[in-house]
Nanobody, 116 residues
Framework: QVQFVESGGGLVQPGGSLKLSCTGP????????MGWYRQVPGSERDFLAS????????FIRESVRDRFNSSRDNAKNTVYLQMDSLKSEATAIYYC?????????WGQGTQVTVSS
């Protein structure tokens, strides 16, 4: 069973930064585009960003495009989400998955809380 493991979340003040990491199976990381998603309790899980398998092409959702960025290191089977100038509305659980997402691959996510 494929499962991704997210880490790097935590409590941060508004305007702060966090860098999330996600690791998973080598056969997935070397072959597929990856995505970042987030979910606020009581809401749907939303797409945030994607990064091509080779790492040279990224797409960031417009609402966070000027503050978030994604990268990957296939040698480490890891993708990253750099989040800067965080706002309170970024408080959510963050997940990674293939892009497009595979419903069988969701991990536990990592909680990000933006609060003073």
């Amino acid at each position: 069973q494929v499962q991704f493991v997210e880490s790097g979340g935590g409590l941060v003040q508004p305007g702060g930064s966090l860098k999330l990491s996600c690791t998973g199976p080598e056969n997935i990381f070397k072959r597929f585009d990856m995505g970042w998603y987030r979910q606020v309790p009581g809401s749907e899980r939303d797409f945030l960003a994607s990064i091509a398998w080779h790492g040279t092409t990224t797409f960031i959702r417009e609402s966070v495009r000027d503050r978030f960025n994604s990268s990957r290191d296939n040698a480490k089977n890891t993708v990253y989400l750099q989040m800067d100038s965080l706002k309170s509305e970024a408080t959510a659980i963050y997940y990674c998955n293939k892009y497009p997402a595979n419903t069988d691959y969701w991990g536990q996510g990592t909680q990000v809380t933006v609060s003073s």
